[in-house]
């Protein structure tokens, strides 16, 4: 690894082999008319977006996609000259940029398309965008066929490229629904309205590229499942192959003590020895993303589990241990050791929340070191 010798133990290491493995999988799947969109927003769903477009694009990805604009131009600026696309919406002086960075841009309402139509003039290169239709997220994007056609017909005038043309489903992850048959109705009919079919028809995220595979258009956006997640448990009990986590979240005991009977832990003292006790300190805390919330949380020690007790610190936290250990003890809080394995999932339901959130919540302080494919996560 490439980790300083002398800096804290607490890495996420991200095995690029297992991104690759995702796509390659996800591409086998949807078939050659179709191409993958490797989503990178929120710097690669924290695994870090330049190293993790790198690794997409080398298993087959077609395009990159982020969510603002300093996302899409850090992109360039690490050298990418894949085609990105800018899934969020772009302030109108952005659009100047984008032409010049050859970075396409979501058009999501006629007044913003027009007021980019008034500056595409000056620009230095034909500005390419994709109209974004809302056909029930109620987010991004046109809801009539009237707007629609008066964003494609500004952009045509100023000869702006319409590249292509998406929308979002908002309860893919779900059941079959009503909501998502409408949605998919809904976007084929805004389809249809077009005078010309754009290169690039897309609609679905990871669980609809699952879920919905009729309805896979010209290309699908894979975000979380990329990374090896499921997007939800019910797809995580339907995938059609097994994902492979892509990230291991590691650090090592660096303090070891014995407690006896009534002996307290942490802030609050709310954990308290029944009897002697080893207890360890990690050198992790909710200022890197182990929120407090996850106190009770197992972390896995020699292969098995050993739980977090007290409240969890900024900087650390403490684990009970079966018995005594040295400090450097390596410890793995998402990931496998032995036969036991802690995924985003298992955190995710401690807090109430879903996967995405736990794996963007890893702060910058953590460091990412990349592995080629040695990695069993
Ligand atoms: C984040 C995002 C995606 C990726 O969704 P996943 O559920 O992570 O696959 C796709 N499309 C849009 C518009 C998004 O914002």
Redesign the pocket.
């Known amino acids: 690894m490439e980790q300083m010798e002398w800096g804290r133990p607490t890495v996420a290491a991200i095995d690029l082999e297992a991104i690759r493995e995702n796509v390659r999988n996800t591409a086998r799947l949807t078939g050659p008319d179709t191409g993958v ?1 490797a ?1 990178v ?1 929120a710097d690669g ?1 924290g695994h870090g977006a330049a190293r993790v477009a790198e690794a997409a694009l080398e298993a087959g990805a077609m395009m990159l ?1 982020v ?1 603002t604009p300093d996302e899409a131009v850090e992109l360039r600026e690490a050298g990418l000259e894949a085609d990105i696309l800018l ?2 919406a772009s302030p109108v002086p952005f659009a100047r940029i984008a032409a010049e960075q050859d970075i396409i841009i979501t058009a999501d309402s006629p007044a913003w398309m027009e007021a980019v139509a008034a500056a595409a003039p000056d620009f230095v290169r034909p500005l390419r965008v994709h109209l974004k239709v809302d056909t029930g997220m109620g987010r991004l994007g046109v809801r009539s066929a009237e707007d629609l056609l008066r964003m494609y017909r500004a952009a045509r005038a100023a000869n702006i490229s319409v590249d292509g043309i ?1 929308t ?1 489903f908002a309860t893919a ?1 779900e059941p079959d629904n009503e909501v998502w048959r409408m949605q998919a109705s809904g976007f084929r009919e805004a389809v249809e309205l077009l005078p010309e079919r754009p290169r690039l028809v897309h609609a679905s ?3 609809a ?1 699952f879920m919905h595979p009729e309805c896979k258009f010209d290309a699908v ?6 990374y090896g997640i499921a ?1 939800s448990d019910f797809v995580r009990e339907r995938l059609p192959f097994p994902l492979r986590p892509a990230l291991m979240l590691s650090t090592e005991l660096v303090h070891v003590k014995r407690l006896g009977r009534g002996d307290t832990v942490s802030y609050g003292a709310t954990y308290r020895a029944q009897g002697d006790e080893w207890v360890g300190t990690l050198p992790i805390g909710y200022a890197d993303g182990l929120l407090r919330g996850q106190s009770g949380q197992d972390v896995l020690i020699g292969g098995r589990r050993c739980r977090i007790v007290g409240r969890i610190c900024m900087d650390q936290c403490m684990v009970r241990l079966p018995h005594e250990m040295a400090p450097g003890e390596p410890v793995v809080l998402l990931g496998k050791q032995g036969n036991e394995r802690v995924s985003p999932d298992e955190w995710a339901e401690r807090l109430g929340t879903i996967p ?1 959130e736990v794996v963007v919540t890893l702060s910058k302080r953590i460091p990412r070191v990349y592995l080629q494919g040695r990695g069993e996560y």
């Open positions: 969109i989503v927003k769903y996609a969510a899934l969020g998406f979002h992850d995220n990871s669980a590229t956006r894979l975000g979380i499942s990329m997007p995405y």
